[in-house]
């Protein structure tokens, strides 16, 4: 089978229109058309449907497609590789991958440290969930990726290696004129009476179940697109919300964290696939740990010897 009908089976999944792929490729819609009526032919099944605005794939399709972006990412890292070698390029590229807490800012730290002893390496950072950056290694996209175990939890998966870096504390994001910020440690029924806001599921389930645990209800009124959109309603007075420790250092000036007694925790780990790992994987994992911990609060130790005081300011 040529890899061409695959690219543009491909494409066409992802533009969802057969027009929008031929002007992306260079093809007429006509050429678009046959080679997937062939690569239909080959497989013998149907693998797009039509419908109003547009095609998208059959149930055969959506099987075959992500096996089909395997292939392509491996066939274009292959050509990438040749032309390295023939054009002198000094070392394979790494893909890098992380969650936006995470691509803020102990993924550049360590990748800065990386580049101070390796010397030169091309690279790339992209961020994105968990879940979708465990499927980007596994395609081949990505040849590292940063990721939490925060719900739904990262699956099991045997044709990827896991390795542990630590524990990030979740904190709580204030404006910077809430009649909390600057204030130590406090517990979660002192913000009982909040407004939050949230941008993932995942980090709205923590919220939920660690208010439960204290025995009050978030009042999850508002959600936002992204991280930048959920500190950008709290800036602006609208809610708080709770984000990760590792961001504390890279907040904007508008917000402030504040430190939770007893916090919801969630475990930080890099992915990498087991077969062919890139070489500045394993040195990068070690920068990793460096740099989560140099991110940590400074405050975190003495937590626990304020909370007496805290509930005493919570009292009155």
């Known amino acids: 089978m040529a890899l061409t009908s695959w690219r543009t089976f491909v494409t066409v999944c992802r ?3 057969l027009s929008a792929a031929a002007v992306e490729l260079g093809y007429t ?28 794939p059959t149930p055969a399709g959506e099987v075959f497609r992500p096996h089909a972006t395997a292939a392509l990412t491996e066939a274009d890292r292959a050509v990438r590789a040749v032309r390295d070698l023939r054009d002198g390029a000094p ?44 499927d980007r290694v596994v395609s081949g996209d990505l040849d590292v990726a940063v990721v939490t175990d925060a719900p739904p939890g990262l699956p099991n998966d045997p044709r990827l290696e896991r390795r542990f870096l630590g524990m990030d504390e979740m904190v709580v994001v204030l404006p910077v004129g809430h009649p909390r910020a600057g204030c130590g440690p406090v517990r979660m029924r002192a913000l009982a009476d909040q407004t939050w806001v ?11 179940q660690h208010a439960a645990r204290a025995g009050v209800t978030a009042r999850i009124d508002l959600a ?65 740990v460096t740099a989560l911990g140099a991110s940590r609060p400074a405050g975190a130790a003495h937590r626990s010897a304020e909370s007496d005081e805290t509930d005493a300011h919570e009292r009155d």
Not at 95 to 107: E, K
Not at 119 to 129: E, H, K
Not at 229 to 246: Q, R
Request: aromatic share 2%; with cysteine; net charge positive.
């Open 198 to 208: 949230e941008d993932n599921e995942g980090s709205a389930a923590m919220l939920r």
């Open 91 to 134: 070392a394979r590229p790494l893909a890098v991958g992380a969650t936006p807490s995470l691509a803020a800012g102990i993924v550049p730290a360590a990748v800065r440290r990386l580049l101070d002893t390796a010397g030169p390496v091309p690279w790339s950072l992209s961020s994105g969930l968990s879940l979708e950056l465990h």
């Open 29 to 56: 819609q006509s050429a678009v058309s046959r080679q997937i009526a062939g690569l239909e032919r080959e497989l013998g099944v149907p693998l797009v449907e039509r419908h109003a605005r547009g095609v998208r």
């Open 224 to 288: 936002a697109a992204d991280l930048p959109g959920k500190l950008a309603l709290v800036a602006t007075g609208h809610a708080i919300a709770l984000i990760p420790g590792v961001l504390a250092g890279a907040l904007r000036t508008d917000v402030t964290a504040l430190a939770l007694v007893d916090p919801p925790t969630r475990g930080i780990y890099t992915i990498t696939p087991r077969r062919d790992p890139h070489p500045c994987a394993a040195p990068l994992l070690d920068r990793l």
């Open 15 to 17: 533009l969802g229109s």
